[in-house]
């Protein structure tokens, strides 16, 4: 199974930036779609951003478009998140993910039952 694994999380104030890792392990990493969620305590969790294969598409949640960025280096077998202009509804454990199969892209959509490979997720504090 593949293996993800989170870094990058910390405590910030409103207004400042954060830059979150996942580091993948193993050679299917580059045949999947990856994505970012977050989940707070007592609710569902929720779609952040997604990227295609190549990282030539992209797709955000309505509240993070324009304050975040998702990357991938496939040669580094990494995927990114860079959060800017933090907000504290921002505050969640983060998590990332792939996609179920190889080779799928669902463009605008981000929903957790199309992901089936998971990290342990990262937590991000942000104060007001």
């Known amino acids: 199974q593949a293996q993800l694994v989170e870094s990058g999380g910390g405590s910030v104030q409103a207004g400042g930036s954060l830059r979150l890792s996942c580091a993948a392990s193993g050679n299917t990493y580059n045949s999947y779609s990856m994505a970012w969620f977050r989940q707070t305590p007592g609710k569902e969790r929720e779609g952040v951003a997604s990227?295609?294969?190549?990282?030539?598409?992209?797709s955000y949640g309505a509240s993070v478009k324009g304050r975040f960025t998702i990357s991938r280096d496939n040669a580094k077998r990494t995927l990114y998140l860079q959060m800017n202009n933090l907000d504290p509804e921002d505050t969640a454990m983060y998590y990332c993910?792939?996609?179920?199969?190889?080779?799928?892209?669902?463009?605008?959509?981000?929903?957790?039952?199309?992901?089936?490979?998971w990290g342990q997720g990262t937590q991000v504090t942000v104060s007001s």
């Open positions: 990227i295609d294969i190549t990282g030539g598409s992209t």
């Open positions: 993910a792939a996609h179920r199969f190889p080779y799928q892209w669902n463009g605008r959509r981000i929903s957790p039952g199309d992901f089936g490979r």
